[in-house]
């Protein structure tokens, strides 16, 4: 179960990894927060959970599936946005990344809360869609 729900997760990684810098250097040009705000690692994880979810809905453990997928995914996601903390806070470029003080706090803010965020919600996602996917299939027949 570990190696396909890593395999479900190599690709939101990779796209996490270009994501996260492009919104940095979207933010260091000047767009708008709200526009930015779009481009995000919570809306990539929401997205593919349900993408997730319509894909395991049959599997025998999906719920199961669907959780070791955002554990392995969330946290590795957060790497580059920490990455960008340190660049910030190291040349004090003055983005919205640039608001732990120290080490520590941004390790335990961005690995363990940061993929709590994206945990929380894209298993809820995920599990309603699931859920859906399921019921629609004891409808039919």
């Not at 994206?118 to 859920?131: K, L, M, R, Y």
């Amino acid at each position: 179960m570990f190696r396909k729900a890593f395999q479900f997760a190599k690709l939101p990684i990779i796209i996490s990894i270009i994501v996260t810098p492009v919104r940095f250097s979207l933010e260091l040009i000047g767009l708008p927060d709200y526009a930015i705000f779009l481009i995000g690692l919570l809306w990539l994880t929401i997205a593919y959970s349900i993408y997730w979810g319509i894909k395991n809905f049959d599997e025998e453990n999906a719920y199961t599936l669907l959780l070791l997928v955002l554990v392995i995914f969330s946290p590795i996601s957060r790497i580059p946005v920490f990455l960008l903390w340190w660049i910030d806070t190291t040349w004090q470029i003055g983005t919205h990344y640039n608001i732990f003080s120290d080490w520590k706090q941004a390790l335990v803010s961005q690995l363990f809360y940061g993929s709590l965020v994206q945990i929380i919600p894209g298993f809820i996602i995920g599990s309603i869609t699931i859920n859906i996917k399921q019921s629609r299939l004891k409808n039919t027949g």
